[in-house]
């Protein structure tokens, strides 16, 4: 399982594609791991994404089912108050690329739960390579964050709204958003 530091999303207009981008810190140095996403896989990645964080909530029995929506906006909220947007990413510099140079078209991906709040991540393509990742459901709400403003910026017109609707979204051409 890879130990993400840093997660970046950014629309390329010649492939009307999603880069995905993730560093990792070890003790081999930085790795840097490219996904890319298209228009239909975003769509699907964004319902899952949602399943797994109401997961959460149901599961909680000390939650009452009218209350679930208000918890989700207050936890995402939280979450995208804490996250740091604004650290340049770092990817760049990175020593290693394990999945290779080119960045892999995923084509599936699994979510698991893995306790205490966290998420097990598996993208794939087609031949099989791919990338395992474990994030806190605090990660999974800013990951949603920037699916939605690059894909807003991309004009894909997805309807990807945030449980806290009042996050503005990116202008076309901004640069891409970074999560550390």
């Known amino acids: ?13 010649a492939e009307d594609r999603l880069l995905l981008r993730m560093t990792s ?11 890319w ?7 699907l990645m964004w319902g899952a994404l949602d399943k797994a964080l109401a997961r959460d909530v149901e599961t909680d ?12 906006q207050f936890q995402e909220e939280a979450a995208l108050s804490d996250a740091d947007f604004k650290t340049p990413y770092a990817g760049e510099q990175a020593a290693r690329e394990p999945l290779g140079p080119a960045p892999i078209l995923v084509t599936r991906l ?10 097990s991540f ?10 395992a990742i474990t994030l806190a459901a605090a990660m999974v709400h800013s990951v949603r964050k920037l699916l939605a403003d690059t894909a807003r910026g991309a004009q894909w017109d997805l309807g990807l709204d945030l449980y ?10 901004a640069p891409p958003r970074t999560l550390n």
């Open 61 to 72: 029995p000390r939650v009452r089912p009218e209350s679930r929506q208000a918890l989700r």
């Open 164 to 173: 806290a609707k009042s996050v503005p979204a990116d202008a076309p051409g």
């Open 1 to 13: 399982m890879t130990r993400i530091s840093q997660i970046n999303i950014k629309y390329e207009p």
């Open 25 to 35: 810190t070890g003790p081999e140095g930085l790795a840097e791991y490219r996904l």
């Open 110 to 119: 699994q979510i698991k739960d893995a306790g205490e709040g966290r998420h």
């Open 37 to 43: 996403l298209t228009r239909r896989f975003v769509r």
């Open 122 to 131: 598996t993208f794939a393509g087609e031949q099989g390579r791919g990338i």
